[in-house]
């Protein structure tokens, strides 16, 4: 079996990959078309460089590679923001793919820490609605993870054909072999984790751009909301 987990920066992303990444019949792969993104558009992003460098910038050949047969199962961390236009999706095809979807006011909030002032295309709302009605396939909400971490995943597992593994609720402190290496610059509250953080409070009030920036991505997580799987209370 062969995932595809799609969802923007900040989203309970990582702690996914490392949950799914826990299993002992899981290998897991750290957003592989990051190089070629940032190769292609010259966007700057903390430690682009060192990105570039580390990865295949060539996106056909990361999609063969991502098409490649695993050894048991393969776990993909994957950001829709990264699939430019002409990049192949085919291989998706073979793959139970799966959206990661979060308030944007909280990813507003979180991405805003890492890197000033973000756009809507840097937080991938348009490009990930856009990308499910091309490939489809399931929504689930961070929300809903953090809140019942092993409810949600049970259903997750149960919803693509996996037995539910107790592994993918812990996981080793630190950094991991299949983290990207951006993993220092970004993954700092992640690597000093075992779990998945507990339940979400308020929302963050946002205003001036940030606000305005929430209003614009709200109607592109809600759209995909209404399709999320339903986790029992």
Same mark, same amino acid.
């Given at each position: 079996m062969k995932i595809a987990m799609w969802s923007g920066p900040r989203n309970l992303s990582t702690a996914m990959m490392y949950s799914f990444g826990n299993r002992p019949d899981f290998e897991a792969v750290d957003e592989p078309f990051y190089g070629a993104y940032l190769h292609a558009t010259g966007i700057k992003h903390p430690m682009g460089a060192e990105v570039i460098a580390s990865q295949d910038t060539d996106p056909a050949k990361v999609a063969d590679a991502c098409a490649a047969e695993p050894a048991q199962h393969r776990y993909m961390k994957h950001m829709p923001h990264h699939m430019l236009d002409g990049v192949p999706l085919d291989w998706t095809q073979d793959c139970v793919?799966? #959206?990661? &979807? =979060?308030?944007?006011?909280?990813?507003?909030?979180?991405?805003?820490?890492?890197?000033e002032n973000p756009t809507l295309e840097d937080i991938g709302y348009?490009?990930?609605?856009?990308?499910?009605?091309?490939?489809?396939?399931?929504?689930?909400?961070? #929300?809903? &993870? =953090?809140?019942d971490p092993e409810a949600a995943l049970r259903v997750?597992?149960?919803?693509?054909?996996?037995?539910?593994s107790d592994a993918m609720l812990h996981w080793p402190a630190g950094p991991k072999p299949f983290d990207g290496v951006w993993a220092s610059?970004?993954?700092g509250a992640v690597h000093r984790s075992t779990s998945f953080a507990g339940p979400e409070g308020a929302l963050p009030k946002l205003d001036g751009e940030a606000a305005e920036l929430c209003e614009k991505a709200l109607p592109h997580y809600e759209a995909l909301k209404a399709r999320k799987l339903l986790i029992a209370s």
């Open positions: 793919n799966v #959206h990661l &979807i =979060r308030h944007p006011a909280r990813v507003i909030a979180s991405y805003a820490a890492k890197r348009p490009q990930q609605t856009a990308l499910y009605e091309k490939i489809g396939g399931l929504v689930i909400d961070s #929300h809903d &993870i =953090r809140e997750l597992c149960d919803a693509i054909g996996l037995p539910f610059h970004w993954y």
